[in-house]
């Protein structure tokens, strides 16, 4: 793969077998599209996503710091203790963060900024939970 990246979403076992009954039909020339109701793009995925309050960022300069993602999410009240930028195996930003908000409806408005740049980069929001911060915050320890 290269320097590709491959996003991996939770589902509901029904949504997996779904997927996988499309892809066998699909491989048989047969359609079950008609009757199976489908995200018709990502951002319809996220606007259907859970939010506990916590949002994952992708895309960040690597230069950004809390100051700057505290800027961004400017409307809301954000400490810097709610703000983690993960890093790589090397100890390096790796050009994501996660910040908790106040409440799920908080981070549910932020994603109005989904896609607005920070710098010269533009900044993708993913709906996350504390577990995935957990995870993520760890594994660049």
Do not use: C, W
């Amino acid at each position: 793969m290269g320097r590709r990246y491959v996003e991996v979403f939770r589902s509901k076992r029904q949504e997996y077998y779904k997927a996988i009954a499309n892809e066998v039909a699909d491989s048989r020339g047969e359609s079950t599209h008609h009757n199976v109701p489908r995200a018709k793009s990502s951002d319809d995925a996220k606007d259907l996503a859970e939010h506990t309050g916590v949002l994952r960022l992708r895309g960040l300069p690597y230069s950004a710091g809390k100051d700057d993602i505290m800027d961004f999410f400017k409307d809301f009240a954000l400490s810097e203790e709610a703000i983690h930028i993960t890093l790589n195996s090397e100890g390096r930003k790796s050009g994501e963060a996660f910040v908790e908000f106040a409440s799920a409806e908080d981070s549910k408005a932020a994603m109005a900024k989904d896609r607005m740049t920070l710098g010269s980069r533009y900044i993708e929001l993913f709906a996350s939970s504390l577990e995935e911060l957990n995870e993520a915050v760890s594994r660049g320890q």
